[in-house]
Structures are given as C-alpha cells and as structure tokens.
C-alpha cells in the first residue's frame, strides 16, 4: 500500500524559510521508474507544481521559484524534504507530497493528504 | 512553460447530464496528459492518464480524449458524488503545469 505523509510548520513567519518532509511507504525513492514532487495550492486556488526528485538524486524546480527551493532526500529514512526561503503571505497554501510514475507521462498515481502553511507575522 | 487553459471555469449541471471540459496546451504536447478530480478539503485523485486511459477504479463514464494542444475530459452521466473541481495537467517533461480548474456545480 503506497503512502505519502506530508510533516512541517503550520505556521512560519515572512521572511523565514520552510521545511517540510515528505514520508513514504509502499515503494524506495530509489526505484528508477518513479520520483517524488511537491505541489502547491493557495486557499480557493488551482495546483501549482514547485520541485521533483529523481531516484538517481537528479532534481528539477518551479520556473518561477527556483531561486527559493531546495528538493533532498534520504532514502534510508523513506523521506524527501523541501525547503522553501524568503517565506511571504503569498506562499499560504496547501503543500502536497506527491509520486510520479514515468511509464504513461508524468502524472501524479499518488498523493499524500496535504499539509496547509500559513504565513503570518 | 507550458501554459494549460481549461474552459469553462465552472459549469452547472443536473444528475444524469453530460459534462465536457476542454484544456488548451500552450504547445503540442501529444498525448501526455492526465485529467484529476477535487473534492473540498481533499487532495485531488488521478482520473485519466495519457489523455485517454482511464485509472483503475474508475468509473467509465468518465473518458479523456485528444492529442497535440486540444483535449477533452467528458462525464456521460453525471452522477452526485461527481460535482467537484477537475484539473488538467501536462505531463510531458517538467516543468508540470497545471490548467485553472473547472467548478462542476449542482443546477
């Protein structure tokens, strides 16, 4: 059974940076065929894809936020971390784990539950 | 980036209709695809992969066509537990993108 569990601060202050980790069971972050993205969503708001981690440790990033994020893992622990800098009210949102499966295109087989971030002074 | 634009933002619908959403890729990206479902509160769950393959336990009223920039996501009969937001996403290399979202409302 493949799960993704999303753990982190519920809250950060503008100006701080985010970290948040990403548990996962039911598959290794080292099998070749799949990897592990973070996706996004502000309140009332569509998905927004931020960052991938391949299983050779390969990394690819949001356009638009690249500057600020940062994509690891540990695939002993089971677990990817995103960091995310420079925190701004903007960047409230619903923060998904998520598995990628290459085999049909890149779509998401898997999601974990979510973790909402709020940032506030 | 590729840009997804879906159409329409939300549509209003009554049990039993048939419901057509459309997604726009900016540029071609052949049948790499996938169409997902939103309940409130609730991560979106994967409907339709490389634009016409449906995901396993999914119902068969839900189909995906097209290929090259114009797809389509239909729901032949609509049923209650149906009324969500669907998303269309290109999954073709990253960056992924992602459409605006379609609102199926109850008439």
């Known amino acids: 059974q493949v799960t993704l569990k999303e753990s982190g601060p519920v809250l950060v202050k503008p100006t701080e940076t985010l970290t948040l980790t990403c548990t996962v069971s039911g598959f290794s972050l080292s099998n070749a065929r799949m990897g592990v993205s973070w996706i996004r969503q502000p309140p009332g708001k569509a998905l927004e894809w931020l960052a991938h981690?391949?299983?050779?440790?390969?990394?690819s990033y949001s356009t638009s936020l690249k500057s600020r994020l940062t994509i690891s893992k540990d695939t002993s622990k089971s677990q990817v971390v995103l960091t995310m800098t420079n925190m701004d009210p903007v960047d409230t949102a619903t923060y998904y784990c998520a598995r990628i499966e290459y085999s049909s295109g890149w779509f998401v087989d898997y999601w974990g539950q979510g973790t909402l971030v709020t940032v506030s002074s | 980036d590729i840009q997804m634009t879906q159409s329409p933002s939300s549509v209003s619908a009554s049990v039993g209709d048939r419901v057509t959403i459309t997604c726009r890729a900016s540029?071609?990206?052949?049948?790499?695809l996938a169409w997902y479902q939103q309940k409130p509160g609730k991560a979106p769950k994967l409907l339709i992969y490389?634009?016409?393959s449906l995901q396993s336990g999914v119902p068969s009223r839900f189909s995906g066509s097209g290929s090259g920039t114009d797809f389509t996501l239909t729901i032949s009969s609509l049923q209650p537990e149906d009324f969500a937001t669907y998303y269309c996403?290109?999954?073709?290399?990253?960056?992924?993108?992602f459409g605006g979202g379609t609102k199926v409302e109850i008439k």
């Open positions: 490389a634009a016409s």
């Open positions: 981690i391949f299983s050779n440790d390969e990394k």
């Open positions: 996403q290109q999954a073709n290399l990253p960056p992924l993108t």
């Open positions: 540029q071609g990206i052949s049948s790499w």
